[in-house]
Structure formats: C-alpha cells, structure tokens
C-alpha cells in the first residue's frame, strides 16, 4: 500500500508540475503578447509624433514659400513704378532736348543718355524681379506638386 501511495503522489506531483509549466507557459505568451502591443503602440504613437513635426515642417515651408511670392510680387510692382518713371523722365527729357532746353545745367546730349541708361537699368531690374516672381512660384508649385504654371490670374 505504501507502494500505491508512493506512485499515486508521484504521479500527483508530476501532473501539478506538468500543470505548471502549462500555465508559465500561457503566462509567458500572455506576457509576451502585451509586450508586443505595447511596443508597436509605442512605434505607432512615435510614428505620429514624427508625422506631425514632418506635416508642421511642410505647412511651414509653404508658407516660406508663399511669403517669398507676396515679396517677389511686391517688388515687381515697385520696379514697374520704377519703370514708368525712367520712361516719363526719358519723354520729358527728350522734349526739353527737342526744344533746346537741358535739365539741371546738364548739357542736352549728356542728360538724355543718362535718361535712357535710367531706364535700361529700370528695365533690367524689372526682368530680373519677374524672374525671381517666376521662381518663386516654381518653389511653391514644386512643394505642394502642383504644375510649373502660376495660379489664374496671376501676372
């Protein structure tokens, strides 16, 4: 009989170990498993973090990118006004030259080419603004991927 006991409290033994392996097993999985979902959620949230600083950097190279068009813009209506002063300044000296007369004591030759290389310049300053206008919206258009072309009703 104590024999019987002796095998039926071994094999007791070996079920409960057997048992509780099981169960370590199943704790280590579950274990595991929450390890996993907290890892990926913790990429997931970083991911978002990452995306967020990526979209607040790209809205404000957007705006960078317009304010440079406002300026541009800007300065190609300054240099336009520039312009049409070198071109009234040129017809008022060609008319006082026309009638003999010169202006600030210069003689009438030497103050009409100083009026025309007022206006050459008036003119380069224009062309060059324009190209800074026109590559200023080639930046914007590139970032936000639209075409090469300005807006409607632009220029």
Request: some cysteine; aromatic content about 6%.
């Amino acid at each position: 009989m104590a024999y019987t006991v002796s095998v039926l409290l071994d094999d007791a033994d070996a079920r409960i170990k057997h048992g509780m392996t099981a169960i370590m097993d199943f704790i280590l999985e579950q274990q595991t498993a929450w390890y996993t979902l907290l890892s990926a959620d913790l990429t997931w949230q970083m991911s978002e973090k990452s995306y967020s600083i990526e979209e607040d950097q790209l809205v404000l190279d957007a705006c960078q990118k317009y304010w440079d068009i406002l300026k541009a813009e800007e300065k190609v209506v300054v240099d336009e006004r520039r312009l049409q002063q070198a071109q009234q300044a040129l017809d008022k000296t060609q008319a006082l030259v026309r009638v003999g007369l010169s202006i600030s004591g210069m003689m009438p030759e030497l103050a009409l080419r100083n009026a025309e290389v007022v206006l050459a310049k008036a003119s380069t300053g224009l062309v060059t603004v324009q190209s800074e206008l026109d590559s200023a919206y080639e930046a914007l258009n590139q970032l936000i991927g639209c075409g090469a072309a300005r807006p409607p009703g632009s220029g």
